[in-house]
């Protein structure tokens, strides 16, 4: 996408950025997501979290072998089953039946394998 304030540079599609309250402001990374599941997004968040309280560069490069422990911790309640099911479940909201799919997206590919497991869906309203 252009920029609104310099057309002929890109804007980034994926970034976070830390006010000066705290909060994040978050585009395109994974946490933006609806269907991202949950432990996912909260490592994620408890990560940029951790990153947005670096006040120069530096200090965010220093954080970077404590982000890399951090991440190993979560690789590795993954890894010894540690993380309850529900935590990795990725949730999709489909807007048209089976039959109105013409390629095999990745939603329609969702769908066809549910319904011949028998359990046949809905389109979401609203």
Not at 12 to 40: E, H, M
Not at 43 to 71: C, F, I, N, Y
Request: proline share 7%; charged share 25%.
């Amino acid at each position: 996408m252009p920029s609104k304030v310099q057309p002929r540079r890109p804007v980034a599609n994926r970034y976070f950025g830390a006010f000066l309250d705290g909060t994040l402001k978050t585009r395109g990374i994974a946490s933006c997501r609806r269907d991202i599941p949950r432990f996912v997004r909260e490592a994620q968040e408890e990560m940029l979290q951790k990153m947005a309280r670096a006040e120069t560069r530096q200090g965010l490069e220093g954080q970077v072998p404590e982000l890399l422990e951090r991440l190993g911790d979560y690789a590795a309640l993954l890894q010894n089953g540690r993380v309850h099911p529900r935590e990795l479940v990725i949730t999709r909201r489909f807007s048209r039946p089976l039959n109105q799919y013409k390629v095999d997206t990745q939603s329609a590919l969702t769908l066809q394998q549910l319904e011949a497991e028998g359990w046949p869906c809905t389109p979401a309203s609203g």
